[in-house]
T-cell receptor, first 114, second 111 residues
Framework: DTGVSQNPRHKITKRGQNVTFRCDPI?????LYWYRQTLGQGPEFLTYFQNEAQLEKSRLLSDRFSAERPKGSFSTLEIQRTEQGDSAMYLC????????????FGPGTRLTVT | QQPVQSPQAVILREGEDAVINCSSSKALYSVHWYRQKHGEAPVFLMI?????EQKGHEKISASFNEKKQQSSLYLTASQLSYSGTYFC????????????FGSGTQLTVLP
């Protein structure tokens, strides 16, 4: 088990372009979360999946953001028409189902929108 | 609503103790503690559940006051490796397992 992995680790894009990030969770984990983190702040919840079902999405999440987990394994997060305010670290985490769970985070994808 | 962490920053000498606090205005189901070093992912330290169950690293201790919706993380005999930013993440009762994180406590341990 190599933990949660994310690709790419860094992404620089121009404003208005679309970007897609990938997250591979720990293999036996059913739950997968996306967070966004800006400098000096804690991670901010974006959305989460249980298996392939997207069960919750932050009210703060713009409709330019979409996430999928088609086979209940890896997940993708797409940002359309990027804006400079989207620049942040995008973190993925996974956990097992049930009480007493803990979320394990991946290394993140740092997005810079120029 | 975001939980409030205190202090915002603390500087220790190796071997000293520290307490980091996390307070919420909402009823909580659980509190999670993570440590993040610069440029790295948050690392799980401890989870404390309503009802008293807790799980985490052996060298880390924490408490959860359900009546006050407050949690404290106790770092004893600090080591240089303890340096980093500590975040508490709170899960509200009835929510769908999403965590709301505080803005962090920056801990620096000096030799």
């Amino acid at each position: 088990d190599t933990g949660v992995s994310q690709n790419p680790r860094h992404k620089i894009t121009k404003r208005g372009q679309n970007v897609t990030f990938r997250c591979d969770p720990i293999s036996e984990h059913n739950r997968l979360y996306w967070y966004r983190q800006t400098l000096g702040q804690g991670p901010e919840f974006l959305t989460y999946f249980q298996n392939e079902a997207q069960l919750e999405k932050s009210r703060l999440l713009s409709d330019r953001f979409s996430a999928e987990r088609p086979k209940g394994s890896f997940s993708t997060l797409e940002i359309q028409r990027t804006e400079q305010g989207d620049s942040a670290m995008y973190l993925c985490a996974s956990s097992a189902v049930g009480s007493g769970y803990e979320q394990y985070f991946g290394p993140g994808t740092r997005l810079t929108v120029t | 609503q975001q939980p409030v962490q205190s202090p915002q920053a603390v500087i220790l000498r190796e071997g000293e103790d520290a307490v980091i606090n996390c307070s919420s205005s909402k009823a909580l189901y659980s509190v999670h503690w993570y440590r993040q070093k610069h440029g790295e992912a948050p690392v799980f330290l401890m989870i404390l559940l309503k009802g008293g169950e807790q799980k985490g690293h052996e060298k880390i201790s924490a408490s959860f006051n359900e009546k006050k919706q407050q949690s404290s993380l106790y770092l004893t005999a600090s080591q240089l490796s303890y340096s980093g930013t500590y975040f508490c993440g709170t899960e509200r009762s009835g929510s769908a397992r999403q965590l709301t994180f505080g803005s962090g406590t920056q801990l620096t341990v000096l030799p």
